[in-house]
């Protein structure tokens, strides 16, 4: 908090509310609106709360204006390049990078929950066999609060640290399990042998008849995708995570929220939308020039999937990283593919286009990932799987952070109320 405060007047009825103005370490301030409605008998009208700030938080910041990314003050193309999934899950969740004796027990607590209740497997095997695999994710999520009651007391640190790292955990576990089910593979069991990402790659792909060889390139791309998408700050399904849990929900109840959340295409559906817009330009013959061409003509309602950002305005950083990667990973695989050599002309095409360049519409993110989960082979409908493994040590470590803040309450917001006026009933 500064000493300054905003004295906002009702011209009215002359009421005036001082309101105090908060800074944070870095970005713009805010005015805390505590006292308004008392003071002026106003609440505050926020659609999709793009003006509001609904907590603070330590874990990550984000200046969309200059491509700024940080996770515990530590710049992400740092993380991404000299860091692993696991030392940021840790990172993020408990505020500081590990020394060694932390890190090793950290990995080994992570490992040792890595299996699941053999009921688990009994109930994913329930789902239908043509069900979504988010589907069987946010039901399978929810339900590990059936399995796992005994650290279920959101009052005690202790059984938050647990939920904490069996979430972290048995999500690659789960994840796999969806994309099995669905495919009519038997599920494999873990390997605590392998590190969390070559774990995950195997419990997807392996066969239990033959062994797996695992792909150190396509290994180093998962976990740089598992870094940039391990935290966004206060989006859609963290959001979501914070107000499920203000209630006092469980840890897995709160996540499933999240998930359910990340599910809808206009979060974590874009990589998606950008494989659909290469496939579709791929068969309907058209060229790089008429893509692009429809893409500016404002008659035209097509974009072009995975360009632009509504936060970042300069570039997104974690794109920088994504894109040297995904080079590399399609040098190294299929990258002759007709699909990924039209991606690269469309990459190339745009970054050299007076349009693109003028509004500063760059290849997001979601562009370059949704190339690398198709070059490793992840079917598109496992690519909001994989974000929201990737994601649920962001939002757990947003649900942690919430249950320890001292001015933590039930989230619930207010209306304006535009329904009709008090009526008598007929009769
Ligand atoms: N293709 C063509 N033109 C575009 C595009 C695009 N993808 N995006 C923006 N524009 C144009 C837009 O028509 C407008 O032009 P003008 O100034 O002449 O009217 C200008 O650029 C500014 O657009 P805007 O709609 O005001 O930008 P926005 O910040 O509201 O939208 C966006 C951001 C991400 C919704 C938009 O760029 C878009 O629809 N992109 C495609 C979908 C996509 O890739 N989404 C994933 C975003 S990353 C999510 C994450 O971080 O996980």
Redesign the pocket.
Known sequence: MTNKTLTLTDNQTGKTAELDLLEGTHGPGCISLKNIYKDTGYFTYDPGYSMTGSCKSGITFINGEEGILLHRGYPIDQLAEKSSYLEVCYLLLYGELPDKTQFDHFSDTIKMHTMVHENIRDFISGFRYDAHPMAMLVGTVGALSSFYHDSLDINDPKHREISAHRLIAKLPTIASYCYRHHRGLPFMYPDNNLSYVENFLQLMFAVPAQSYQQNPVAAKALEVMLILHAD?EQ?ASTSTVRLAGSSGANPFASIAAGVASLWGPA??G?NE??INMLEAIEQSGETIETTIAR??D?NDPF???????????NF?PRAKIIAKLCHELLDELDGDQPLFKLARELEEATLADE??QE?R?YP????YSGIILRALDIPMNMFTVMFAMARTVGWISHWSEMHSDPEYRIGRPRQIYTGHAKRDYPG
Request: glycine share 10%.
């Open positions: 966004h989006n979060h974590g874009a939308a950008v893409a500016k404002k974009r072009l999937m995975g360009f632009g950002h509504r936060v970042y305005k997104d349009y693109f509004r519409l997001n993110v979601d562009f």
